[in-house]
């Protein structure tokens, strides 16, 4: 079993930055695919980003591109999502999830493990 902890959610300013960490617990997520997703109030929950395993590849959303990075530490069983120039649009729950698979994947289905969820709010 698996038990993923998110965190560095918050208030910011639109233009500004955070930088959220996904942390795993109960067994190695190392050969884990990672993804981060995100639940807007009212909206469905929607892909974000993904990593694979290694780290070698990376998968976002179009609106993000550019603005965001997702990253592991696999020594140390994290995940992390550095946003920046956020907009208010990016205001969400982000929620952290890993699939039992080295590859990232796009569709919710495919991921076991879900967080609990860090709230992002960016003011205009």
């Known amino acids: 079993q698996v038990q993923l902890v998110e965190s560095g959610g918050g208030l910011v300013q639109a233009g500004g930055s955070l930088r959220l960490s996904c942390a795993a617990s109960g067994r190695t997520v ?4 990672m993804g981060w997703f995100r639940q807007a109030p009212g909206q469905e929950r929607e892909f974000v980003a993904a990593i694979s395993w290694s780290g070698g590849s990376t998968d ?10 997702i990253s592991r530490d696999n020594a140390k ?3 992390y999502l550095q946003m920046n120039s ?13 699939r039992r698979v080295a590859a990232p994947h796009r569709a919710i289905y495919e991921y076991d493990y879900w967080g609990q ?3 992002v709010t960016v003011s205009s």
């Not at 190392?30 to 695919?33: K, V």
């Not at 976002?60 to 990075?69: A, C, H, I, P, Q």
């Not at 956020?86 to 890993?98: G, R, S």
């Open 77 to 79: 069983n994290t995940v």
């Open 86 to 98: 956020l907009k208010p649009e990016d205001t969400a729950v982000y929620y952290c999830a890993a």
């Open 30 to 33: 190392r050969t884990y695919a």
């Open 117 to 119: 969820g860090t709230q």
């Open 60 to 69: 976002y959303l179009d609106s993000v591109k550019g603005r965001f990075t």
